[in-house]
């Protein structure tokens, strides 16, 4: 005790500590009012904080250290405001009022497309407010307590508003509280996120979104989400254009004969089949036909719950959107002179046509398609009166292929590209009676039952209309391949299972694919690939001919043919492995990622040979 009297003594003659109290009492009591109006900003945005994330289900909060972090990042937006309004209790309700709206309407996001919203929503509003009126938006604790935090918050901005009345300002001081406002935000932003080592690590987001965001909060999540959006498409490390030239002079024409028969790619709106994931029992067949098809599997698509846009875009483009995190393909890329599979079987001399019965704003599609090289696109408006599956507001499956065969009749003698989105599965779930399911779990999942019962009674309308539709085509003079897939599991799947697991993670992006044609295809299609590795699967069954690009994608699938947008790809044997990992399936993968960063990335120094058809 008496050494460290000895050291309290000494330092306090050093740095008189004594003088440093009393000038910080002094300080205090002359800015008694100021100081207290600070804090109650700072308790304001705390408040805003627990509203996020509460609106993300996240109740625990994000660890001590990342909980300031999200409330100084909410505090520093509050304090961007104060600089023009001069107000905190104005800048408290300019920041929280949005921010409360934007947690209720992310948690209704959650609960119905289990991926929180970001910046990419801006793009995309359109397209939610379109299906709005199929979804309900009941009342929880989560939404109460987001009201909750919300009304204790108008009240810290009352007492911020009688503070603010009595306080004396002059310029000096504003320019003084500026500048420090100013610093401190800069400062904090630059260490916590944006220098080249941010307190808050980049590139957090993996295969499961909650371990970002529950981990490191919703704010600094989204601040992540934003970058990524700035900066869309990451070039892989130690790129070559040179190599990548090399590669393509190396691919041969093909030296077996080869075929244009008409393609017909179907991307089945939210068709899973929930035995990928569950132990289900049901009173009738889910997917009977389908599952007598062997040319058929799996494909793993980017997201779960939504994301139909993306697993659109790795469907019609085979880049994977691993190198394009947090975005949605057709609202940010730049479609112009853009490779597709449309554009590439348009140079074999294919006429094409894409069609999705909703409105061409979503997602851009109406500007897109044509720029993707269709020459024909229909939407909404072109479809005229709909049929539907009972009081489901959506065209069934029956319906939009009853269209599309109308078209194809009247498409001319050149081999014949159709592309259909559907939209008969639509979430949500729990539109029709119970009297027109017509498949019903002998499992009971609880709440999750009744939605289960009509999601699968949807999936076996869509079974029986592609039936149909191969029936239509099996006697065809033309030649015809069909190939359909899944975009992505309904919402309501991460709740039945832990969605932590790795194997889980794999089976909520899993949908079913089938391969059909008319005439003989080998039958020998993987049992689980990846979506940009499906049409070029497609196109070598169909006999058409490959461009060097669509012929390495086969060549790495032989070994690697999951090839995932969240970090991971697995091998033919089941093995997982993340792309920073050193193995024997590295070189391939890396290559691949380099024609896909060269396809989209600078048009201006793509090697347009690579994802051409090869001359003779």
């Known amino acids: 005790m008496a050494f460290l009297f000895f050291i309290w003594y000494t330092l306090s003659q050093v740095i008189n500590v004594n003088n440093i109290i009393n000038n910080a009492k002094n300080f205090f009591i002359s800015h008694k009012n100021g100081c207290i109006t600070l804090l109650y900003a700072l308790l304001s945005a705390t408040l805003i904080y627990y509203c996020l994330e509460l609106g993300n289900k996240n109740p625990l909060l994000n660890g001590i250290f990342y909980t300031f972090v999200n409330i100084f990042t909410v505090f520093v937006v509050i304090s961007a405001v104060f600089i023009f309004v001069r107000r905190w209790w104005i800048s408290s309700i300019v920041v929280s009022v949005p921010l409360t709206a934007l947690s209720i309407a992310n948690y209704y996001t959650l609960v119905y497309r289990n991926s929180p919203i970001s910046t990419q929503d801006i793009h995309n509003a359109t397209t939610a407010l379109s299906v709005l009126d199929s979804y309900s938006f009941p009342l929880n604790l989560f939404v109460l307590g987001i009201i909750l935090f919300f ?132 009173d009738a067949p889910i997917m009977p036909f389908i599952d007598s098809i062997k040319t058929s599997g799996r494909a793993v698509v980017a997201g779960t719950g939504g994301g139909t846009n993306k697993s659109e875009y790795e469907l019609l483009t085979s880049n994977s959107l691993q190198l394009m995190p947090a975005i949605t393909p057709f609202n940010y890329l730049n479609f112009d002179d853009a490779n597709s599979v449309v554009s590439y079987l348009e140079g074999l001399g294919y006429t094409s046509w894409g069609a999705h019965c909703a409105e061409s704003l979503n997602y851009e599609r109406g500007i897109v398609y044509p720029k993707l090289g269709f020459d024909s696109v229909l939407f909404d408006a072109d479809f005229g009166e709909k049929g539907r599956y009972g009081d489901r507001p959506y065209a069934t499956d029956e319906f939009v292929y009853g269209k ?81 897939v899944g975009d992505h599991a ?48 497609a196109l070598e069954l169909a006999g058409v001919p490959l461009s060097p690009y669509y012929r390495h994608i086969l060549n790495m699938a032989e070994k690697t043919p999951v090839i995932t947008a969240f970090n991971l790809y697995k091998t033919t044997d089941g093995e997982v492995f993340n792309y920073t990992d050193s193995t024997d399936y590295k070189h391939d993968i890396d290559i691949y990622f380099d024609m896909v960063y060269n396809n989209v990335a600078n048009k201006d120094k793509r090697i347009n040979s690579i994802f051409e058809p090869k001359k003779d």
């Not at 779930?429 to 009297?435: L, S, Y």
Request: hydrophobic share 35%; proline share 5%; with cysteine.
């Open 490 to 537: 309904p919402s309501f799947a991460t709740a039945l299972v832990d969605s932590s697991q790795l194997e889980v993670t794999f089976n909520l992006r899993s949908t079913p694919y089938v391969i059909w044609s008319n005439f003989n295809i080998p039958a020998n299609t993987p049992a689980e690939l990846s979506m940009p590795v499906l049409v070029p699967t």
């Open 151 to 282: 009304a204790l918050n108008i009240a810290v901005c009352v007492q911020l508003y009688k503070r603010e009345k009595t306080l004396k300002r002059s310029f000096k001081k504003s320019a003084i509280a500026t500048l420090c406002l100013v610093t401190f935000g800069g400062l904090f932003l630059h260490s916590v996120y944006f220098s080249e080592n941010p307190i808050k690590p980049r590139n957090t987001f993996v295969w499961s979104w909650e371990d970002s965001y529950y981990k490191y909060g919703y704010a600094a999540s989204s601040i992540e989400v934003f970058q990524n959006s700035v900066n869309m498409i990451n070039k892989p490390e130690n790129y070559s254009e040179e190599n990548l030239r090399t590669l393509a002079s190396t691919v041969d024409a093909p030296d077996t004969e080869t075929r244009t028969p008409d393609i017909i790619l179907i991307l089945n709106e939210t068709f899973y089949d929930m035995r990928d994931l569950v132990n289900i029992e049901t």
């Open 404 to 484: 599309m065969l109308e078209d194809y009749e009247n498409m001319g003698d050149s081999p014949r590209l159709m592309y259909m989105l559907t939209i008969q599965n639509h979430g949500n779930w729990d539109i029709n009676p119970e009297a027109a399911d017509t498949v019903h779990s002998l499992t009971d999942f609880g709440d999750y039952t009744d939605d289960i019962n009509e999601f699968m009674s949807c999936i076996r309308e869509s079974d029986r209309a592609f039936e149909h539709l191969t029936k239509y085509f099996k006697n065809h003079e033309r030649d015809v391949v069909i190939c359909m």
